[in-house]
């Protein structure tokens, strides 16, 4: 049996096929069942030094269904960070506070510095472009309920890929489930060539375009992404890109694409996909960001071993 209790949960490459899994089913017990007052006296510490909507309120509205406390910030300019104060020592500081950290930063590595320097566990809420861990144990959650299997999809991931961290973290844990990987994406925001390089040496199909015309018929689940604007350091190379897709029922259906196609973004969106897919059966994305409550309820219990 998998064992999370007192487990920092910072990048998927650090979980087996089998401790993915779990924590699917562990998610899908929770949904179904009372957990009231499975982390009663338990406190979270949410330290987020980036914006979010999702990952920081699924997390402290987990918490707070389970009977757990929270406290933490959303911006930094009224904490000591202000002062100059390091996250090393932030972090040896709030642990004193709480039972689990979650931490959102623009630095890549930042949340395993910070797993480094606590003896809580640590959450990665997304560490600059490199992963978002939680987001893909939820991203997975939702195919395998939305496609009723893992195993042998065939998935197209459009966008920004060259930062995209929800892309990196979901792509890794396909490579445990015989999947066949389409990576659509602007010339100067493909997939990072160590990932490629990873999935091409488990002999996973990859497959690199700019056109998802091309593959659009082909595939089982579409994982979209958002250009991020905040991610360029030259503002003229944004230019060039945005508005490189733009996601409708019409382009779809002029696609062919199969009818049980489901299209998922970890959002928020800005105009890569736009609200006719809404109310369609291919979009699951609102779906998608309300798993993050069973998810997180499941990843909080299990590394603060509450559950088993
Ligand atoms: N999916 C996601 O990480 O969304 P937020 O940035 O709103 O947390």
């Known amino acids: 049996?998998?064992?999370?209790?007192?487990?920092?949960?910072?990048?998927?490459?650090?979980?087996?096929?089998?401790?993915?899994?779990?924590?699917?089913?562990?998610?899908?017990?929770?949904?179904?069942?009372?957990?009231?007052?499975?982390?009663?006296?338990?406190?979270?510490?949410?330290?987020?030094?980036?914006?979010?909507?999702?990952?920081?309120?699924?997390?402290?509205?987990?918490?707070k269904q389970?009977?757990?406390?929270?406290?933490?910030?959303?911006?930094?300019?009224?904490?000591?960070f202000a002062k100059g104060e390091s996250l090393c020592d932030a972090v040896k500081i709030i642990e004193g506070y709480c039972d689990v950290i979650v931490v959102r930063h623009f630095w890549e590595g930042s949340a395993r510095l910070a797993a480094e320097s606590a003896t809580v566990p640590v959450i990665n809420a997304g560490d600059g472009a490199n992963q978002h861990p939680t987001q893909t144990f939820l991203d997975l959650y939702t195919i395998k309920k939305t496609k009723a299997t893992l195993d042998g999809l065939s998935i197209g991931f459009l966008g920004d890929l060259k930062y995209g961290r929800t892309v990196h973290s979901l792509a890794h844990a396909f490579s445990y489930f015989n999947t066949k990987m389409y990576f659509?994406?602007?010339?100067?925001?493909?997939?990072?060539?160590?990932?490629?390089?990873?999935?091409?040496?488990?002999?996973?199909?990859?497959?690199?375009?700019?056109?998802?015309?091309?593959?659009?018929?082909e595939i089982d689940v579409i994982y979209c992404t958002r250009i991020q604007k905040e991610r360029f350091a030259d503002p003229v190379e944004y230019e060039k890109v945005k508005g490189f897709c733009k996601l409708t029922k019409t382009l779809l259906e002029r696609l062919g694409v199969k009818k049980d196609l489901k299209v998922l973004h970890p959002l928020p969106r800005v105009d890569e996909m736009d609200s006719s897919l809404d109310d369609t059966s291919y979009g699951v994305y609102f779906q998608q960001a309300r798993n993050g409550i069973p998810v997180r309820k499941a990843l909080l219990a299990s590394v603060l071993g509450s559950i088993s």
């Open 1 to 63: 049996m998998a064992n999370f209790k007192n487990r920092d949960i910072i990048s998927i490459k650090d979980f087996s096929k089998s401790e993915l899994l779990y924590m699917l089913d562990l998610a899908n017990k929770i949904e179904n069942r009372d957990c009231t007052d499975l982390l009663k006296g338990k406190t979270l510490a949410n330290l987020f030094f980036e914006p979010s909507t999702r990952t920081r309120m699924s997390f402290e509205s987990a918490m």
């Open 66 to 80: 389970v009977g757990g406390n929270v406290i933490g910030f959303n911006e930094t300019e009224s904490t000591s």
């Open 184 to 217: 659509i994406s602007p010339p100067n925001l493909k997939m990072p060539r160590d990932y490629l390089n990873s999935l091409k040496e488990k002999n996973i199909f990859v497959y690199e375009d700019d056109n998802l015309e091309d593959i659009s018929k």
